[in-house]
């Protein structure tokens, strides 16, 4: 058994370590927020810190089947996006 799980990614679909992807929460405004330390609760959806996968995986769709409600991107996330292009 290997001790760290993989989670993942939104965009390629590629289970990797925990800490090389991105944790994504919904806050209970819709709002889609970065968890960069991992400490906000809630139930978290993985994406590489990558621009192809950001772009993929931030699709509002994608987000609302990951999180099985409407998600709404924060500014943060789109920063973060934006970032990568
Ligand atoms: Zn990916």
Do not use: I, N
């Not at 927020?33 to 994406?47: E, F, I, K, Q």
Request: aromatic residues 4%; proline residues 6%.
């Amino acid at each position: 058994m290997r001790r760290e799980p993989g989670r993942t990614c939104l965009g390629c679909r590629q289970v990797r370590e925990k800490r090389a992807l991105v944790r994504l929460v919904r806050r209970a405004s819709g709002e889609v927020v970065a968890d960069p330390a991992g400490r906000l609760p809630g139930r978290g959806a993985y994406v590489c810190p990558d621009g192809a996968c950001l772009e993929r995986g931030l699709e509002r769709k994608r987000l609302a089947h990951a999180f099985r409600k409407p998600c709404e991107l924060s500014e943060e996330v789109r920063g973060l996006w934006q970032r990568q292009r």
